[in-house]
């Protein structure tokens, strides 16, 4: 019990402080969890913590929504969330653990290919683009990692910046409450999974606050590359010494 509260708490620190400063930390969240519930239940104890800060998103950023763009994207991502739900009911804990770090390379090396790609020469086509969305959803469900394809998918749409992020902040909320019942079905959120995620609460709101002040005087920028590294250390972690 006591290394969960501790796992827990750090998860909660994560994300708070992620949701409200650089971002992209989500890629390290899931192995943290994954020391104390080494399987596919990490998954639903971090669901609740996501939602969470996702109201705390959708509440800030309420104002600029593209529905024309999340109509486009959506339902290929709910599709995604459906077939996540199969692939996960048919693994078993050591398969998850190996394919969340080929995910986690994966995401790593999209994020790499998307700091260095010629403007405008990605995605030319519109099934291209939109496939993004099936992925994201297929992604954010085995792995709640798919910031990455969510945001190729929106910087392809040149939205303002402002509709950029509001309609981001709305795309996860919307998907993520679709989780919520494939997890249920999948016995992944439970009383018990709710307890433990109630454990990282604290660290959720000290992580918010830090990571609200902690972005005025640092760009997200600067941050990238300790998220990679780290992340990397973490998918290596998985896929060889698990």
Known sequence: MTTA???MFIAGLITGFSKFSVGGMGL???????????????????????????????????QKIS???LARFLPLSFLGVLIGTYLLAGIDADQFVTMLGVIIVGMIVLGLYLDLRPKNAFMQKPVTAYSMGFFSGLVSMVANASGPLFSLFLLEQK???QSYVSTRAW???????????????????????????????????IGSVIGYH?????KPSH????????S???????????
């Open 223 to 230: 941050f990238k590359w300790l998220i990679r590294l780290v």
């Open 171 to 205: 795309g996860f909320f919307l998907t993520n409450l679709v989780k919520l019942p494939m997890y249920l079905s999948l016995g992944l959120l439970s009383q018990e999974s709710l307890t433990i995620s109630a454990y990282a609460l604290p660290g959720l709101l």
């Open 214 to 218: 902690f972005l005025k005087h640092v």
């Open 67 to 69: 529905w024309a763009v």
């Open 159 to 161: 939205l303002p910046k």
């Open 232 to 242: 990397t250390i973490a998918a290596m972690k998985l896929m060889l010494f698990s």
């Open 28 to 62: 390290i969240v899931l192995p943290i969890v994954m020391f104390a519930f080494p399987g596919p239940e990490a998954l639903g104890v971090l669901l609740p913590l996501y939602v969470i800060t996702d109201i705390m998103a959708v509440y800030s950023y309420r």
């Open 5 to 7: 509260l501790v796992v």
